[in-house]
C-alpha cells in the first residue's frame, strides 16, 4: 500500500521518514512548497507526486499547521472526488474537534473514510519509539498499517472528534504551562523581579523551572504554529467557559514571540539569559 504524507515539515518529514525505513512507499505533494521544504523530503525518502496520485494512495495522512487543515482536506477531498475512488484520510493536526468534524463533512461518505488523529510527542528519532499517533474513529482498524510500518499507533475507543479532544486537552496543559511562564518571567524581567524569581523556582518549583528552561528555547522557531494551535485550543473549550480566554490571550502570547523572533529575538534573548543564570 503506498502510504501518502500531506506536509513535509519537521514532524511530517520524520513521520515519513519512518514509514520508508519500514518499507513503505511514502508520496508527498509539493507544489508551491520551498527549496529547504522540497530538499527535506528527498531526504526523508519521500516521493514528489501530484495529487491525483496522492487520492490514489491507499491510506493519506495530513501533517499541516493546523491553520491549513480545512485547505488541505479541501484539496486532497477534490482530488478524490476526480480520481474516482475511495480511500482512508487521517487528519494528525492539532485542532478541535469541532474543526475536525469539518474536515470530516468536506470528504462525505462517497470519498472513503475520514478518522481523527492526534499526534503526541516530537518527531520520531532513530532509536526511540515516539511519537504516539492517538486515532478515533477508526473501526475497521484501518490505521493498523501505519503500525507495522513502525508508528506508535494508540486506537481510542470513541468518535472522530475523540482524538482530537485529547489533544486540545494535552497540549492546553503542556504548551499553556510553556506559555504563563514565558509570560510571567518577562513580566519579572520588566519589574526588575527577575532574578528573584529565577532563583525562587529553582529552589522550591525545581521541576517546572527545569520544563521552562528546555521548553521556552524550544517554542521559538514553533510559535507561529502555536498561535492557530491556541485558537483552536479555545475554541474547543467554548464561549461559556472561562477559560477559552485564557488560551486565546495564549495565541496573542505566542504571535508576539513569533514577531519576536522574526525581529530578532529580542525578548527571547533576555529569557535565554536569565534562564542560563
Same mark, same amino acid.
Given at each position: 500500500m503506498?502510504?501518502?504524507v500531506i506536509g513535509a515539515g519537521a514532524m511530517g518529514s520524520a513521520i515519513a521518514r519512518r514509514l520508508a525505513e519500514n518499507g513503505a512507499r511514502v508520496l508527498t505533494y509539493l507544489e508551491g512548497r520551498s527549496a529547504a521544504t522540497i530538499e527535506r523530503a528527498k531526504i526523508a525518502g519521500m516521493e514528489a507526486v501530484g495529487l491525483d496520485a496522492i487520492a490514489g494512495a491507499g491510506l493519506i495522512l495530513s501533517i499541516v499547521p493546523p491553520a491549513n487543515?480545512?485547505?488541505?482536506?479541501?484539496?486532497?477531498?477534490?482530488?478524490i $472526488?476526480?480520481?474516482?475512488?475511495?480511500?482512508?484520510?487521517?487528519? $494528525?493536526?492539532?485542532?478541535?474537534?469541532?474543526?475536525?468534524?469539518?474536515?470530516?463533512?468536506?470528504?462525505?461518505?462517497?470519498?472513503?473514510?475520514?478518522?481523527?488523529?492526534?499526534?503526541?510527542?516530537?518527531?520520531p528519532k532513530t532509536g526511540q519509539k515516539g511519537p504516539k499517533l492517538y486515532v478515533s474513529g477508526d473501526a475497521a482498524d484501518s490505521s493498523a498499517v501505519l503500525a507495522e510500518h513502525g508508528l506508535q499507533v494508540r486506537r481510542i475507543d470513541g468518535p472522530i472528534g475523540a482524538a482530537s479532544a485529547l489533544k486540545m486537552c494535552y497540549a492546553g496543559i503542556n504548551k499553556g504551562v510553556t506559555g504563563l511562564g514565558t509570560a510571567m518571567l518577562l513580566a519579572a524581567i520588566r519589574s526588575g523581579a527577575d532574578e528573584a524569581l529565577k532563583r525562587e523556582l529553582q529552589e522550591s518549583l525545581p521541576d517546572l523551572d527545569a520544563k521552562l528552561v528546555n521548553a521556552i528555547p524550544d517554542m521559538y522557531p514553533k510559535a507561529y504554529r502555536?498561535?492557530?494551535?491556541?485558537e483552536e485550543i479555545s475554541e474547543?473549550?467554548?464561549?461559556?467557559?472561562?477559560?477559552?480566554?485564557?488560551?486565546?490571550?495564549?495565541?496573542?502570547?505566542?504571535?508576539?514571540?513569533?514577531?519576536?523572533?522574526?525581529?530578532?529575538g529580542l525578548l527571547a534573548g533576555q529569557l535565554d539569559r536569565l534562564n542560563n543564570r
Open positions: 503506498d502510504i501518502a487543515a480545512i485547505a488541505v482536506a479541501e484539496q486532497v477531498a477534490a482530488a $472526488c476526480r480520481h474516482g475512488t475511495k480511500t482512508t484520510f487521517i487528519d $494528525c493536526n492539532a485542532i478541535s474537534p469541532q474543526t475536525m468534524m469539518q474536515v470530516a463533512s468536506i470528504f462525505g461518505s462517497d470519498r472513503g473514510v475520514v478518522l481523527d488523529g492526534s499526534i503526541i510527542g516530537g518527531p502555536w498561535v492557530a494551535e491556541m474547543f473549550l467554548g464561549d461559556d467557559d472561562p477559560a477559552a480566554l485564557i488560551f486565546k490571550g495564549m495565541a496573542g502570547l505566542y504571535r508576539k514571540m513569533a514577531a519576536d523572533r522574526e525581529g530578532g
